[in-house]
């Protein structure tokens, strides 16, 4: 059956014609469909199909040809097709949202606002482009991610340095921008003091300190923890520095490192008398090896009293002789001062992050012996969380110390604030409970976070001392306390 | 150092990656902005931070993208290909990347049978198969003589070409003329008809529209500036690739009267030559062509730039050149249109993507300015918002916004112009291109019409050169 139709006086577009052709010629029983306007070429498709017109054309006039299967299927077509050419498309006139896919994307639509800062968690290996993009637009950036080479650190930071902005990272955990807390940060008062921090937990831990005192904080601007290695030099550092000597809200600067070259930290040392605000290092070294010490400095710089800093005392329990040191630390720079603390009293440490490359644990975390263990070290952090977020293997760790049978005394950091577990004691404590009915194992907490966090300070240092752990908001204080126990005292 | 006022107040944050940190920061009552962050679409990771660290690539993306937005497009002339390019005897122009008879595809098998009887140098199809099979012509592609050619683009020696002028930069660009639509040389038919038609459009059309463009400047007139053509051809409902009706009507409007004014030839020759532009909605095309070619040759050579400056297809291949390799082509096979089909034909019969005319991609109109012409997106039975969303992802890959391509409904939005590399990889977004598609068999002509992307290795190869050029550099 066919049929060959003209009609005068109906115009659609070519596109709409032949969208109306190609759904008509879909429906069963139907062969050949042409719905379009009577144009040579047109005529010329029709006849190709057998569909020609045999009476007198012109191109104004709208050609329907259709050969169909029997005369149902022809009724259909036709039908069909006057309900298409009827139809009217929806049109709403507004784009989907697309979802920007890059930074640089991102910062495009959020426009002008010269005060906006990049974020960026991604994968190591991609997070170079998204800070570049961020810098290419003028814009400081926060690494968060780890696993980024330091030769693109490098490059990242002296293109800021040139483009006026501040690369904070990689792998910079915490950082508090006129009040925002980015990342792992704690809710501590605003304040004079300003941190340049190459250090997460030391920056925490100085600033709770502050809290604690009364003293707040202007900005913890973070720099990644190799700021301060030969490789990168301190660009971040002398950038920070900078920033926080022309900020109005900065009056005291203090900066925090763990351990620098010693070059670089020269360098920064003498950037910073420079400065017009005056510049206090807690830079971790044999010689400066105590966060609080450096806190308790600035407080009486300001002239300030130095509070007795909160604690828990623990059970007076006895300890075995010649009981060694565990240190489980999610906090690098809380490991390396409590190994800087302890080591001239207990000699040597052995640790995933050592002092001294031949205390390299490897990958042997249940050695003998006095040991700290950093879990926040990328080499522990692949394919996991960090343990603030994420307890599970520094708990096996501890499960594994009691289970041993070797004498110790355990000692713990634990990191309150906005980006940390909600309740760390919520975990840790059971895991003591049953850690400490399988041996004799004095328990010792530097737990840093103020009263302001989410978890509160004082709710999570109860549960713990219920468990039997002595708590401090000092790492150091800590640290000498388990010292005290091992009859090690400094 | 004040950080760009980073200190000054609690600062905006754009984040990418884990969500934690952004629902941190508003548990605070911070402004937080989370892009929608996906590993790249391809590229080793080391090569994109080759380039991502590149401290030349901004600048030089800068350079190669304003010299594009400052390039202008005058029609100065009309001249055989013989003279103006100095196209030899027994030599063949063809779009895309380099090609050869035997990786030839049926429509530009089709088009180059048809173009050697055209010149006489075949007496018969089989003739010129023969030629052809045998090296006895030389091929080689139009973008390597400052030309363009929309489908297999085959030029000839006494083709006529359109002289176009970028008074800026000083470049020049060459186009053959327009045949209109159905069983036509460019869409790979070689039949009397095509062959009647091209004898007319050498005897008539080509000398006619010389004497009008020449007659019309000699007068002291402007030369017919293209380039604003092309921008009100996007307050016009065209795209300026796969519909150029609104531009053709523009061009019929301003060449006419000089038209009318040639002296010496019969009025039927005129009326003729005034039916066959007005008939045809594409005419624009080969203007619209050269200017976006203009554009992107000034864009040309410039070291560290990630920009592509070709985007272009043989019906076998899809080939792309980009500012910081020079005139290096990274191939690709093509792949097939998607769209709508004249009569009965279906997606069987179509060939693989081919033409020069995705310049005009390159130039950031055609596929790039969709939202312009919405009627296109039905092409692909898409709707409006379908248009709309891919000129905003087209943003997303491109270096600027061309203010003298303004999209309406965009708010007036300059097009988005100058795709890099770089973005195409980061987001996964390959190019979006409108075209016409050819039959698959030598002598079929047009059978439809229809939207289609770059094969991604054409990018993969270019961002490892860049990368390479990176670490050389």
């Known amino acids: 059956m066919r049929s060959v139709a003209l009609r005068s006086g109906v115009y659609a577009d070519s596109v709409k014609l032949m969208q109306v052709s190609r759904d008509v010629a879909a429906a069963d029983g139907v062969s050949a469909v042409l719905v379009a306007m009577a144009t040579p070429l047109n005529l010329e498709l029709a006849a190709n199909m057998g569909l020609a017109p045999e009476e007198p054309t012109s191109p104004e006039q709208l050609l329907i040809a259709i050969r169909a299967d029997d005369d149902d299927a022809l009724a259909g077509a036709l039908a069909a097709v006057d309900a298409a050419l009827a139809a009217r498309e929806r049109s709403t006139g507004s784009a989907q949202a697309i979802p920007q896919r890059t930074i640089g994307a991102g910062l495009d639509e959020l426009g002008g606002d010269g005060s906006a800062l990049a974020i960026i968690s991604v994968p190591g290996q991609y997070a170079v482009a998204e800070a570049a993009d961020a810098i290419a637009a003028g814009r400081s950036v926060l690494v968060f991610s780890d696993g980024v080479p330091v030769e693109h650190e490098v490059a990242l930071k002296r293109a800021a340095h040139e483009a006026g902005v501040l690369v904070m990272g990689p792998d910079c955990g915490t950082a508090i921008v006129a009040g925002v807390a980015l990342g792992f940060a704690n809710v501590v008062r605003p304040g004079p003091v300003g941190l340049v921090a190459a250090s997460g937990t030391g920056a925490q831990q100085i600033s709770c300190l502050l809290d604690m005192a009364g003293v707040g904080v202007s900005h913890v601007l973070g720099v990644g923890g190799r700021d301060l290695k030969e490789e990168v030099g301190g660009l971040a550092t002398l950038d920070a520095l900078a920033a926080l000597d022309a900020d109005e809200a900065t009056e005291r600067i203090l900066l925090v490192s763990k351990p620098p070259a010693p070059s670089v930290a020269q360098a920064v040392e003498q950037f910073g008398n420079g400065l017009s605000v005056p510049v206090r290092s807690a830079v971790l070294s044999l010689e400066t090896p105590d966060l609080t010490a450096a806190v308790e400095g600035l407080l009486t710089d300001m002239g300030l009293d130095v509070p007795v800093w909160p604690s828990r005392p623990g059970p007076a329990e006895a300890v075995v002789p010649g009981a060694v040191l565990k240190g489980l630390y999610s906090g690098g720079t809380l490991a390396d001062e409590t190994m800087l603390l302890a080591a001239p009293a207990l000699g040597d440490i052995r640790s995933n992050t050592p002092l001294r490359p031949e205390l390299d644990l490897g990958t042997d975390l249940s050695a003998t012996g006095h040991v700290v263990i950093d879990f926040g070290d990328d080499a522990l952090t692949v394919g996991r969380a960090h343990p603030m977020i994420d307890p599970t293997l520094r708990l096996e760790a501890l499960a594994n110390v009691a289970a041993s049978g070797e004498p110790a005394v355990l000692l713990m950091d634990v990191v309150l604030g906005y980006g940390a577990d909600p309740d760390p004691a919520g975990a840790l404590v059971p895991a003591l409970t049953a850690a400490r009915a399988q041996a004799s194992l004095p328990v010792v907490i530097a737990l840093v976070g103020t009263e302001g966090d989410p978890q509160g300070w004082s709710r999570q240092a109860d549960a713990l001392a219920a468990a039997g752990a002595a708590v401090f908001a000092s790492n150091a204080a800590a640290t000498r306390y388990a010292l005290d126990l091992l009859g090690a005292s400094s | ?473």
Not at chain 2, 92 to 111: F, N
Not at chain 2, 221 to 231: M, R
Not at chain 2, 315 to 321: A, C, D, K, L, V
Not at chain 2, 444 to 473: H, M, S, Y
Request: hydrophobic fraction near 45%.
């Open chain 2, 1 to 473: 150092m004040t950080l760009g006022g980073l200190l000054s107040g609690p600062p905006a944050v754009v984040a990418a990656g884990v969500d934690v940190f952004s629902d941190a920061l508003r548990a605070q009552g911070a402004e937080v902005h989370d892009v929608d962050w996906r590993p790249p679409g391809f590229g080793d990771p080391a090569d994109l931070a080759a380039l991502a660290l590149d401290p030349r690539r901004n600048a030089a993306n800068r350079v190669a993208v304003e010299r594009i937005l400052a390039a202008g497009s005058q029609l100065v002339d009309v001249r055989p290909a013989r003279e103006v390019i100095g196209l030899a005897d027994r030599t063949l122009l063809h779009s895309g990347p380099p090609l050869t008879w035997a990786t030839a595809s049926g429509p530009m098998r089709g088009a180059l049978i048809g173009a050697c009887l055209f010149e006489g140098w075949a007496t018969d199809v089989e003739d010129a198969e023969r030629i052809l099979a045998n090296g006895e012509i030389t091929l080689d592609p139009c973008h390597h003589h400052r030309t363009v050619g929309p489908m297999a683009g085959v030029t000839s020696p006494s083709m006529w070409m359109w002289c176009l002028k970028d008074p800026v930069h000083g470049g020049q660009a060459f186009c053959n003329l327009n045949e209109g639509l159905g069983k036509v040389l460019r869409m790979g038919a070689f039949n009397d008809e095509v062959q009647t038609r091209l004898v007319w459009m050498r005897d008539v059309l080509g000398p006619i529209l010389q004497k009008a463009v020449r007659g019309s400047i000699d007068a002291g007139n402007d030369p017919l500036d293209v380039k604003s053509v092309l921008a009100q051809m996007l307050q016009m409902g065209d795209e300026g690739h796969n519909r150029n009706r609104a531009g053709s009507l523009m061009t019929l409007r301003e060449l006419s009267p000089s038209i009318v004014a040639v002296e010496g030839v019969p009025s039927s020759d005129i009326a003729a030559v005034l039916k066959f532009i007005g008939g045809n909605e594409h005419f624009f095309l080969n203007l619209g062509m050269p200017t976006a070619k203009l554009a992107m040759d000034a864009a040309r050579d410039v070291p560290g730039s990630s920009l592509v400056t070709v985007l272009s297809r043989n019906g076998t291949e899809f080939g792309i050149q980009t500012a910081g390799t020079g005139d290096r082509w990274f191939t690709g096979p093509a792949n097939t249109p998607v769209g709508l089909f004249l009569g009965d034909y279906g997606p069987d019969d179509a060939n693989p993507d081919i033409g020069d005319s995705a310049i005009m991609e390159a130039y950031g109109v055609g596929g790039f300015s969709m939202a312009a012409a919405p009627a296109i997106v039905r092409f692909v039975g898409g709707t409006v918002p379908d248009a709309l969303a891919t000129t905003e992802r087209m943003y997303q890959v491109t270096l600027a916004e061309n203010p003298a391509m303004a999209i309406p409904i965009m708010g007036f939005r300059g097009s988005p112009t100058g795709i890099d590399v770089l973005k195409v990889a980061r987001t996964g977004w390959l190019p979006q291109i409108n075209t016409g598609m050819a039959g698959r068999i030598a002598g079929t002509g047009q059978v439809g019409a229809g939207l289609v992307q770059p094969p991604q290795e054409c990018f993969e190869k270019a961002l490892a050169a860049l990368a390479e050029a990176t670490r050389t550099a």
